[in-house]
Every structure is written in structure tokens, then in C-alpha cells.
């Protein structure tokens, strides 16, 4: 009798562990299914997301597309928009200050322009003079339709003979006349001259980075401003 008793014992206990088993693994399913399907959602939501970028320029719109993969918000799977929008500023910005400017103007023009755009973004490419060196370099804005967030690149100092050719040939045929392909929408005159090591890309991508540093604390250590 006792050995029956306890294969019975035995028996209820397996039971119940199986059935245990059994829903927990149930639960666990759920919960995973639960899970994925948010995330689905949320990459669904995010995907419906336009962000307007006030260029054509294929450097650029890289540029922009690789810098938001790396930051983890909603506008990183956003649907990218670009759109030919007016800078309002010269041709060949020659101070930070009017670069800025174009960028801000490229990013308020393209939100509006799209007009469900979740965010703008304007870069644009300048000259500034430091001590009688030109250096070039990039400004970013992302315009959310109420405030203005700003980042700029690293520089790099242009040849004195480019330099004596700009007003007379431009920024693009003074380095085209001294022998180095600008290569506009590419790598830029800086692939030329580091060989690949560095690139025009590479170097609009810093500002577009540090603009998103601005943005990604709108709400934090930058709020109100």
C-alpha cells in the first residue's frame, strides 16, 4: 500500500509540475508575443515620422540619415523627406554666423514646406576667417517648429592658393583649378586631399551629431532655451 501511495504522490507531484511548467511557458509566450508586438507598433509609429531635410544634395542627406540610426529616439526610423528649400543667405556663407544662418533657414523652410513634418533639418556648408586662414566647415539646425537646435563641425584650413581663387572662380572651381576635384555630392575636396581618411560626409555628420545632442535634452539640461 505505502509503495502505492507514494507512485501516487509521485505521479501528482510530476502533474503538477508539468501543468506548471506548461504555464509558465504559456505566460512567457505571452508576454514575449505582448512585447514584440510593441515594438512592432512603436517601429510602425516611428516610420510614419517625417523628417523634412531642406537639400537635394545626396552628401547630406547621408549624412543625415546615418546620424539619426545612431541615436535611440523616434526620429531615428523616421521616413527622411528631402526637399529644395531656399538658405536666404550668399551663395559662399563666409562667417559662422551667416552659415548658421543658412542652416536655420533650410530647416524652418523644409518644415513648413512639408507640412507634417515631425522635425526640419538644414545643414550648410561655410567659410570662416580665423587670423587671415580660411577654414571650412558645417553648420546643422533641427527646427521642431518652435525652437532651433544647433550644432557645427570640425574645421579644416583651405590652401592659400584656393583661397586667391575663390572670388574669382568659387569654392568648388578654385579647388577644381588647383588641380583637386571637388567631388560635391561624394566625399568631398577633403576625401581628395586625406586620401579617404576623412570625407565631406564624415565631417557634416559631426554637426548634424552635436545638433542632436542639443535636441536629444530639449526636455533636460537644455529645456527653455
Known sequence: MSSQRGASSLS???SVSLVVATATGVVVSLVSMLMMTRK?????????????????????????????????????????????????VSEQPMTLSETTRGAMN?????????????????????LAIV????????????YDGNRYFLGVSSMFALPKRVVEKLEELGYNGAFAACGVPPDPTG????GVLS????TRP????????????QYSNRNGVYRGE
Open 12 to 14: 501528482q507531484k510530476v
Open 40 to 88: 512592432t507598433r512603436r517601429e510602425e509609429e516611428s516610420s510614419k515620422v517625417i523628417v523634412a531635410v531642406g537639400t537635394l544634395n545626396a552628401g547630406k542627406i547621408s549624412a543625415v540619415k546615418n546620424c539619426l540610426k545612431k541615436w535611440k529616439m523616434g526620429i531615428s526610423r523616421a521616413t527622411i523627406r528631402a526637399t529644395k528649400v531656399p538658405s536666404e
Open 106 to 126: 533650410r530647416a524652418r523652410n523644409a518644415f513648413v514646406k512639408a507640412a507634417d513634418a515631425f522635425v526640419g533639418i538644414g545643414l550648410e556648408s561655410g
Open 131 to 142: 587670423d587671415g586662414t580660411y577654414f571650412d566647415f558645417c553648420s546643422c539646425s533641427i
Open 187 to 190: 566625399d568631398g575636396v577633403t
Open 195 to 198: 586620401n579617404g581618411i576623412l
Open 202 to 213: 564624415t565631417q557634416m555628420s559631426e554637426s548634424v551629431d552635436w545638433a542632436m545632442l
